[in-house]
């Protein structure tokens, strides 16, 4: 857990710090006093001075950010699931070396707060999960998705997976961003994302028409789920997936996660043929 | 709590019934299924009169497709429940016990990460490297590719948008690992193959790792040659990630870092390394145009 994680380590870090810390800033106010003695008698090498603080400034922030900090992270959290998990379940870690055949596919947003090994539990071998922007699948595009359709490609047609999930969830920054463009604004510097979150344009179309009497967050709520239901219409375009959900092989479901509330909405798309009544 | 689950048939009617907006699945007449599903009851009441007649007629292929159905519907009722059990296990474990934590989170995020690993099923980075909510934001697609800033599909290219200029993330990780299916597609493409397969047409953006792959190791067997790629493509993908302009920016004043990792699931091992923007300007080449520093594997 994160927060236990950060007490950990600042308990483990507690004990040499408060006197190492009073020792590092006596050291760092008497080289200061020092510099500010010499300037005073000898102003015009401030200049100089600036010019050198500034270097080391510099050089202190990149040591700073030299990311010691964000490689332990990683660091503890590999050596925890080695340890915790991989080396007492190493049958079924082998095992899935070997292949791996997820009975899901899930389309999650990329948002820190999503992730679906951590809300619905999936454990290594569970689903396929492809993550994105506001957790877009685009309509059958094989030059401007090829991404997207690659994954349900490998998923559907290789994997042979029997269910795809699409999840959206509250304060979606990129609904958030879908909602808020206006019809024939010029490009923005936020193009790249524009021109993604647009894929569900008719989304935003229908909560505009449709509940114009909402607030704004309700109405951002309103378009994160409709959003999915777009996806799921998408998903549809590829004739890979429609063949399967036409045998009964593969289901494709929407949901929500409101980790406001802390609810999550699970529905199904139902699509069927019947076979053809001739009329002759 | 879950909220009443919509359920678009009648379990117990003896034939299936659907509506004729849910068979020809036009992508409008779709958006509308949830319409469709409130209407269906009604729609039901005024046929299953007539629908009783001609089952009592019916044919063996109706028959058949009513089994199907039924087992079908088994089936959802399962994966239901079970989606169920596991958002509630995470409720009650994870987020009950840190409500404050959540409810920060919810206002907003702020993660250091910005991670790019693949869909594999069994490389989720919040479960290999520990990530908990709000730690990464992460992008997940076929074999951890990223596309060049010029050109290229798009997907990619708007998450990289937002967690580097809105969410300001400092460390970027590309997360590449052993028996990528992805990998081994584009190792063994043929050059002049199929152009409709989407997965040719996506993992050709690692194209250049394949050729510096083959130019210096053809001799290994292919699992070798897959492995090598692998990485390659990590690197690859690093040096694309240099020629957005905004993220070279911050590269070079410090406050982004992009670091490349390798999971060997076979092994159980984790290789890391970070780019050293400095060496890479300097001319020092890991024959991919980037040099590193801080290598370790744990």
Known sequence: MAPAFGKCFTFCCAKTS?????????AYEAAIKGLKDLLSKKADLGNVA???????????????????????RIKSGFTHFKTQKY????ARFNDLAKGQSPKFLVFACSDSRVCPSHILNFQPGEAFVVRNIANMVPPFDQKRH????????????????????????????????????????????????????KIGASARNKIKEEHQGLDDEAKCTECEKEAVNVSLGNLLSYPFVRAEVVKNTLAIRGAHYNFVKGTFDLWELDFKTTPAYAFS | MASHL???????S???????????????KVKDFEKAQLRIPSSFRRKAANLQTMASGKTPGLTQEANDFTSGENNTDDVFDDMKQRFLAFKKLNYMDNLEHFKKLADAQAPKFLVIACADSRVCPSAVLGFQPGEAFTVRNIANLVPSYESGPTETKAALQFSVNTLEVENILVVGHSRCGGIQALMSMEDEGDSRSFIRNWVIVGKKAKESTKAVASNLHFDHQCQHCEKTSINHSLERLLGYPWIEEKVRNGSLSLHGGYYDFVNCTFEKWTVDYEGSRGGKKEGSGIAVKNRSVW
């Open chain 1, 18 to 26: 408060p006197e190492g810390d009073e020792m590092a800033t006596d």
């Open chain 1, 50 to 72: 600036a010019e050198k603080i500034k270097e080391l400034t510099q050089e202190l922030k990149e040591l700073d950010s030299s990311n010691s900090d964000a490689v332990e």
């Open chain 1, 87 to 90: 080396l007492k379940d190493s």
């Open chain 1, 146 to 197: 090829s991404g997207v359709g690659a994954a349900v490609e490998y998923a559907v047609v290789h994997l042979k997976v029997e269910n795809i999930l699409v999840i959206g969830h509250s304060r979606c920054g990129g609904i958030k961003g879908l909602m808020s463009i206006e019809d024939d604004a010029a490009p923005t510097k936020s193009d790249f994302i524009e021109n993604w979150v």
């Open chain 2, 6 to 12: 919509p359920i678009s048939y009648d379990p117990s």
């Open chain 2, 14 to 28: 003896s034939t299936s019934l659907h509506t004729q907006q849910l068979i020809f699945c036009s992508s409008d």
